[in-house]
């Protein structure tokens, strides 16, 4: 039984997005993760001048989520404020399917439409060391 519906988890997303700090791609990326105890953490894409430093939503909320000592992700929903659906970036999906391999990713596409996939959807064959 899922703590909060797909739309709370979505508005958490866009609420997410507002913090974006981008003044190079101009593209606000908001992400809201859901913890196996049902809280949520949140993040937002944050650029750098350097731009190779910049990170996206999904690592954010990820990396804020597992130094508090959380777990068993069940959900992450993903807002932007561009036209295109958003698809979590290849870094963003190896380091998700490490540390969240059971996700289901959420979007809302720009008709407002919200859809449900599971992460290994999107990189059936993840680079691994170690089994587990
Ligand atoms: N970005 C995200 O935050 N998440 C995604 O899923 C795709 C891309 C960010 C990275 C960069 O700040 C901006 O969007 C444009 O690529």
Do not use: H, W
Not at 19 to 39: F, K, Q
Not at 51 to 79: D, H, N, P, Q, W
Request: charged share 20%.
């Amino acid at each position: 039984m899922n703590d909060i519906s797909k739309e709370e988890l979505m508005k958490q997303a866009t609420g997410a997005m507002r913090n974006a700090y981008t003044p190079y791609s101009g593209l606000r990326v908001g992400a809201a993760l859901e913890t196996g105890d049902g809280t949520v953490y949140t993040g937002a894409n944050i650029e750098n001048s350097s731009y190779g430093l910049s990170i996206c939503a999904e690592r954010v909320a990820l990396f804020k989520a597992v130094s508090e000592g959380k777990t068993g992700f069940k959900r992450m929903a993903l807002a932007s404020d561009g036209t295109a659906t958003i698809v979590p970036c290849g870094a963003c999906l190896q380091v998700l399917a490490e540390l969240s391999p059971d996700l289901q990713v959420i979007t809302k596409d720009a008709d407002g439409n919200i859809q449900e996939k599971a992460l290994d959807s999107y990189l059936p064959e993840a680079f691994k060391i170690f089994e587990g």
